[in-house]
């Protein structure tokens, strides 16, 4: 398998835009996780999905933030519209059977907004 | 929530030291991790350890789950060591809840 994939892996864009990022997890994966990494906070959960449910979004920081899995094999973060603060990591995570086996993370992809 | 500590925070090496990373958590687990985040920002799993010892080359981790803490011994430390390790933990329902991490610097 060739692991959890993000794209794109470098995004810089102007205060104000949309963003999307996206995420395909690892093959029969049913958990999917999204991190975001800052020298700040360091990682920290946005939001996870099992069996394409979201089941906790507490970690969204605030309304532009939305994410979707409209199937199995992808998965999108979107923010709208976005801000400098928004700048930081991004991480994509998958695991097997909910959250208490191994989880496999992503390259990140890593927004820069200006 | 859970909290997870990790020691030391920065940790700089001569080239074929041995070296121990800590992490500590307030609340039992049943599920814990090591990752190593490469220069590149590249997060690798070192080890899925929710107890018990595990030996992987050069790293090894233990971690006793009734006292709370997960070891992660490096020996004979080489350059490509470098970077920052983390420790990330699951307890109860919650996804993986990550330290704040070491970052070792191995230098030739």
């Known amino acids: 398998d060739a692991g959890v994939i993000q794209s794109p892996r470098h995004e810089v864009t102007e205060m104000g835009q949309e963003v999307t990022l996206r995420c395909k997890p690892i093959?029969?994966?049913?958990?999917l996780f999204w991190y975001r990494q800052t020298m700040m906070r360091g990682l920290e959960l946005l939001i996870y999905?099992?069996?394409?449910?979201?089941?906790?979004d507490s970690g969204m920081p605030e309304d532009r933030f939305s994410a979707k899995m409209p199937n199995a094999s992808f998965s999108t973060l979107k923010i709208q519209p976005s801000e400098p603060r928004d700048s930081a990591v991004y991480f994509c995570?998958?695991?097997?059977?909910?959250?208490?086996?191994?989880?496999?993370f992503g390259q990140g992809t890593r927004l820069t907004v200006v | 929530g859970i909290q997870v500590e990790q020691s030391p925070p920065d940790l700089i090496l001569q080239e074929g030291a041995n070296s121990t990373l800590r992490c500590n958590f307030s609340?039992?687990?049943?599920?814990l991790q090591w990752f190593h985040q490469n220069p590149w920002g590249q997060l690798i799993n070192l080890f899925y350890?929710?107890?018990g010892t595990k030996q992987n080359g050069r790293l090894s981790a233990t971690t006793v789950a009734t006292e709370r803490y997960s070891l992660l011994y490096i020996s004979s430390s080489q350059t490509t060591d470098s970077g920052v390790y983390f420790c990330?933990?699951?307890?109860?329902?919650?996804?993986?809840?990550f330290g704040k991490g070491t970052r070792l610097s191995v230098i030739a």
């Open positions: 995570a998958s695991s097997l059977q909910g959250q208490n086996t191994e989880a496999f």
């Open positions: 093959s029969g994966h049913n958990s």
């Open positions: 999905f099992n069996n394409n449910v979201p089941i906790d």
């Open positions: 609340d039992s687990v049943n599920n």
């Open positions: 350890i929710p107890s």
């Open positions: 990330a933990v699951i307890s109860g329902n919650t996804p993986l809840v």
